[in-house]
């Protein structure tokens, strides 16, 4: 304090320079200006709870609305009963074996369903495009899916059913779909859906000149014929299993041509489909707000609503500090959000509000590695793996949100397969783990780490700075390490910094999250090159091969199975947990459910209140 | 005087290319790409990859796209968010008005607690008003932005219920970031204040006043402070800046919808056009703002005069 007294005191002096004030000034006035810059690159968006098919939610591209953006396929036991999907004190439909929500209790299918109000949710940051061509983020589709119709969905036994399209035929050679269009949909803008919107729509994903991030998603698709009004067929250079997950998502949302004729490039920000929302308005940086399409019949059959929604609106608000979510929830300015794990506590202790959670999700948060040294040794990544502490994670990192996972699939995705893991998978033993690494060939050198032929087991994880329950994973996993001779260093980045590293291989091993709805996440993941450029095991690839080219449901499964197998012996990654998705809501809103892929029925929602 | 705006004016033109300079670097410097986190945890193939990066301009050369970019801010062409899927202009058009409300009430509030505070401990130097001024002025230099906003939201909106927490653009919503920020900011408007008033408190002329029989009041109000605002609004003007870029994270914390939410999101995905967008025009506006503060001078200082 004295010292900066007197620095003012210099300055104020009688020569009252205003030179000398600046050039005191500068040096702290620019690191002012310049320190919330380089804290913003440093600081990736919090985690999200909720979230899309973004793989770390570091990237913040995940939506915070209780609309849950992605849809999974709900697992299955070996023996084909669904798991619970969800658990939710407004009690829908499906029966949970495990704990109900926590959260103060509401009465169950209280009373019946009242049309009006508006749900007010919000979303950790503006969508770039309304246009399912035009964009492929969690935020954005989250909000589409309410807009559009697709062709099919995924229903609780993760097989696609009838939705726009009434029934298909799969070609012998697996290469060719054939849908009918149901007939009588129309678009908000009062246009047809039949067989010509369906093919324009495809057809423009697959125009180069759209540019459109969504092509990938279609596999190997090369053309969309009309075989008549009500008929069409696509057609693929090979079979390609994912895509019917891919379609009945937002991306595979059904647009209307004669808005993307009419609006051109800004069809994005003005956006039509036959959804049970039509969109209002979108001032831009604001928010979002839709409202209740009055047409609307629900083809769906895992809807309890099979008319127009009893909402009026649907508003977003752009709200991108949980926290801040947090207190307009509590406020009563918001009706639901999704939260953080750590926020679980505090809306649990508040009788006001209820908690909905979804357990079966499509997200895995695991270790992967580098392709090199010591990696390349399986002792040492099977090591790594019994000496993850799940449980301790679970609770430690994700506040018991969280179901630890042996398996390198998300627990809610279409061949997670407990049986598997308790035969292949690595529990946690640190005996075990000690015992692989010696039977090897490592002993423990003078400073007590594991060595073989001099080269000490030391390296580096990287954490992307977005998630705290990662981050305390990544703790938990070091000192678990230690214990077993391993120094494990941690370093923690922000997300857009790790990417290129990660992309380089500069890197030697990480702690990642990733989502996805379909069993095609493994081959996202691992088929060669991998999304890290680390992987090229031609006998994986094969087996990846077979499991995304096998468009029967029961073939699929046996060969998700056998790549299951195989990764678990090669222990290609470290599973650690699936993580849940947890959404927070006034007591008021009620029917609130999850569909079989995560995408909240928000056309099965009303407010009990008015 | 004339003469000399434009001048000044002039000279915002090196510091643009400056600008410009140091930002295209920044894409060299920092890593992250941003088509890259686009598609990352998606399916995606190289073609589509490689078809967006061609869509925006990315696959060029950075030498042209630089050019590139330099002649579309000529033409007042901005470029294209890639966040957005909007005009660069139009985006931070519709902004910007956000920002400036908040830096504009902030200081505001950073001046009035300033003046008040630090003239008040200036007068009773070492009394208690003194050093309860002190402590609270060390305490708001030392504050975090982000932890001070969220205090206030959870006090005032959520306990007490006087403002609302989303309340971007209206009166009662401007209070609580703008408070966050003014508080902080008149913590060194504040301790400037008490020492330049101090220094000229102590000065001859004040000595004179007060021997010619003027009224304390009109004394301090009236002689020693008219004196001392001229190292006082340089602060202040440098202090905007500063407001500008500290709005930034106070803008995430309250979903003020300014340039500064805008530029955090453009940031964590290398948006870059967006990114370069906004620094230029916050420059812009710092620049504008300190040729302000100097024609102050003049008014304030009939010594100081501009050819």
């Known amino acids: 304090m004295g010292s900066s007294d007197s620095t003012i005191e210099t300055l104020t002096s009688a020569t009252l320079s205003r030179r000398r004030v600046l050039k005191f000034v500068a040096g702290t006035g620019l690191a002012a200006a310049i320190a919330p810059l380089i804290a913003a690159c440093g600081n990736s968006a919090s985690t999200s709870s909720s979230s899309g098919s973004s793989s770390s939610s570091a990237s913040a591209s995940s939506t915070k609305s209780g609309a849950s953006s ?206 049970p929302f039509m969109f209002k308005s979108w001032p831009a940086g604001q928010g979002l707000t839709l409202v209740r399409y009055d047409g609307y019949q629900q083809f769906r059959t895992d809807y309890q609503n099979t008319g127009p929604a009893y909402l009026d609106q649907i508003s977003y608000k752009i709200i991108s500090e949980s926290a801040t979510a947090q207190a307009a929830l509590e406020q009563g300015e918001l009706d639901l959000i999704g939260i953080d794990v750590q926020q679980v506590k505090e809306i649990e202790s508040n009788s006001n509000l209820q908690m909905l959670v979804w357990k079966t999700a499509d997200n895995m948060d695991f270790v992967e590695y580098a392709n090199k040294w010591p990696f390349t040794d399986l002792a040492v990544r099977q090591a790594i793996a019994y000496s993850i502490d799940r449980n301790s994670i679970v609770s430690g990192g994700f506040n018991g949100q969280a179901t630890a996972n042996l398996l390198p699939i998300p627990v809610g995705v279409a061949g997670w397969d407990e049986s598997l893991g308790t035969q292949y998978g690595y529990a946690y033993d640190l005996t075990k783990a000690k015992k692989t690494l010696t039977d090897a060939g490592y002993a423990p050198g003078s400073d007590g780490i594991m060595a073989k032929d001099g080269k000490r087991l030391s390296f580096t994880m990287i954490v992307y700075s977005g998630s705290d329950p990662l981050k305390t994973a990544s703790q938990i996993i070091q000192a678990s390490l230690k214990q077993v001779g391993i120094d494990c260093k941690i370093t923690i980045m922000d997300f857009g910094a790790e990417l290129p590293i990660l992309n380089k291989g500069n890197f030697d091993c990480d702690l990642m999250r990733w989502t996805w709805p379909d069993p095609v996440i493994l081959s996202l993941l691992f088929k060669s090159p991998g999304w890290t450029h680390q992987h090229s095991d031609p006998n994986l690839d094969k087996l990846l091969e077979a499991a995304d080219s096998a468009l029967d449901p029961s073939k699929r499964l046996d060969a998700i199975h056998t790549a299951l197998k195989y990764l678990l012996q090669q222990a290609v990654i470290a599973p650690i947990c699936t993580d849940w998705i947890v959404d927070a809501a006034w007591n008021y809103v009620k029917g609130y459910s999850w569909d079989a892929l995560g995408g909240a029925r928000l056309a099965d929602v009303w407010l009990a209140k008015h | 005087m004339t003469a000399y705006i434009i001048r000044r004016l002039l000279l915002l033109i090196p510091i643009w290319f400056g600008i410009l300079v140091l930002v295209f670097l920044m894409r060299v410097l920092v890593p992250g790409d941003p088509i890259q986190l686009m598609f990352a945890g998606q399916i995606s193939s190289p073609q589509a990859e490689a078809a967006l990066r061609h869509e925006y301009g990315l696959d060029k050369p950075l030498p042209q796209q630089f050019i590139d970019y330099v002649d579309g801010v000529l033409h007042g062409n901005l470029g294209t968010s890639i966040t957005t899927q909007r005009p660069v202009l139009q985006d931070i058009e519709s902004r910007y008005p956000y920002t400036l409300v908040l830096a504009v009430a902030s200081l505001a509030i950073a001046i009035v607690i300033g003046l008040i505070t630090g003239m008040l401990s200036a007068v009773y130097k070492d009394s208690i008003i003194d050093m309860i001024s002190m402590v609270f002025s060390l305490a708001g230099l030392s504050m975090p932005s982000f932890w001070l906003g969220l205090l206030l939201i959870y006090f005032f909106a959520v306990d007490l219920n006087w403002f609302p927490v989303l309340g971007a653009m209206t009166p009662k919503g401007i209070v609580l970031p703008a408070f966050t920020l003014g508080v902080i900011s008149s913590a060194i408007i504040s301790r400037l204040v008490r020492a330049c008033m101090l220094d000229v408190l102590r000065e001859d002329y004040t000595r004179t006043a007060r021997a010619k029989g003027l009224g304390e009041r009109t004394v301090i109000v009236r002689h020693a402070l008219k004196n001392a605002l001229i190292p006082i609004i340089t602060i202040i003007g440098l202090q905007f800046g500063g407001l500008l870029s500290g709005a930034f994270i106070i803008e995430v914390v309250f979903a003020w919808h300014g340039v500064g939410e805008l530029a955090i999101q453009a940031l964590q995905k290398r948006d870059f056009p967006l990114i370069q967008g906004i620094v230029l025009v916050v420059a812009t506006t710092y620049v504008v703002v300190n040729l302000v503060v100097d024609l102050l001078y003049a008014v304030l200082d009939p010594r100081i005069a501009y050819k």
């Open chain 1, 70 to 275: 992605l849809i999974k396929s709900t697992p299955v036991t070996s023996s084909g009963t669904p798991l619970n999907t969800f658990t939710n004190s407004g009690g829908s439909a499906t029966p949970s074996a495990s704990a109900t929500s926590t959260g103060s209790s509401q009465a169950s299918a209280s009373g019946q369903p009242v049309k009006g109000g508006t749900l007010r949710l919000s979303l950790i940051e503006e969508p770039d495009s309304l246009d399912p061509a035009k964009t492929i983020e969690a935020t954005a589709s989250g909000i589409m899916q309410y807009i559009y119709d697709s062709l099919v969905f995924i229903g609780p036994d993760r097989l696609p059913h009838p939705w726009l399209a009434e029934k298909w035929d799969i070609s012998p050679s697996g290469d060719q779909i054939t849908f009918t269009i149901r007939s009588g949909a129309k678009f908000h803008d009062g246009t047809d859906l039949d067989g010509a919107a369906v093919k324009a729509n495809f057809d423009r994903i697959l125009n180069p000149a759209t540019a459109s991030p969504a092509k990938a998603q279609l596999g190997s698709l090369t053309s969309v014929d009309l075989v008549d009004p009500a008929t069409v067929r696509f057609n693929f250079t090979s079979p390609y299993a994912p895509f019917f997950t891919n379609i009945s998502i937002s991306y595979g949302g059904i647009v209307s041509p004669s808005a993307v004729t009419k609006y051109g490039s800004a069809y994005g920000h003005n956006p039509v489909g036959s959804g």
